[in-house]
Nanobody, 125 residues
Framework: QVQLVESGGGLVQAGGSLRLSCAAS????????MGWFRQAPGKEREFVAA????????IYADSVKGRFTISRDNAKNTVYLQLNSLKPEDTAVYSC??????????????????WGQGTQVTVSS
C-alpha cells in the first residue's frame, strides 16, 4: 500500500504559478512511477504529467507542455508539479497517483493503483 497526500493548491490569477506537492508513505516510494491527473467540474479526469521511478523520464499532456514541470525527490518521498503560466482552463482538482515502476511511463489513469485525495487549483481570469 502507498498513501498519497497532495498539497499546494489554491486560488491564483491567470499567468500566475503554483507548486503542488504529493507526499507518499508506505512502500518504497522510489520504486513507483508517479503521475498527476486533474478533473474539472463536469469533465472527465485527464492526464497531466508523469515521471519514472528514477526520475529520468517524464511525459506531459500537450495542453500543459512547456508550462508545467513534474519532478521528484526520492529522499523526501515527494513528487512535485510546478504550474506556470496558469490559465482559467487549468482550474481543476489535481491528484497524484502511483504505480509500480516499469519500462514505459503510463498516461492512463486506469493503470495507476494508488491515488491521493486531490488538491483544488482555481485560476481566475
Amino acid at each position: 500500500q502507498v498513501q498519497l497526500v497532495e498539497s499546494g493548491g489554491g486560488l491564483v490569477q491567470a499567468g500566475g504559478s503554483l507548486r503542488l506537492s504529493c507526499a507518499a508513505s508506505g512502500r518504497p516510494f522510489s520504486s513507483y512511477d508517479m503521475g498527476w491527473f486533474r478533473q474539472a467540474p463536469g469533465k472527465e479526469r485527464e492526464f497531466v504529467a508523469a515521471i519514472s521511478w528514477r526520475g529520468g523520464r517524464t511525459i506531459y499532456a500537450d495542453s500543459v507542455k512547456g508550462r508545467f514541470t513534474i519532478s521528484r525527490d526520492n529522499a523526501k518521498n515527494t513528487v512535485y508539479l510546478q504550474l506556470n503560466s496558469l490559465k482559467p482552463e487549468d482550474t481543476a482538482v489535481y491528484s497524484c497517483a502511483a504505480r509500480p515502476g516499469s519500462n514505459t511511463i503510463r498516461s492512463q489513469g486506469t493503470e495507476y493503483f494508488y491515488w491521493g485525495q486531490g488538491t483544488q487549483v482555481t485560476v481566475s481570469s
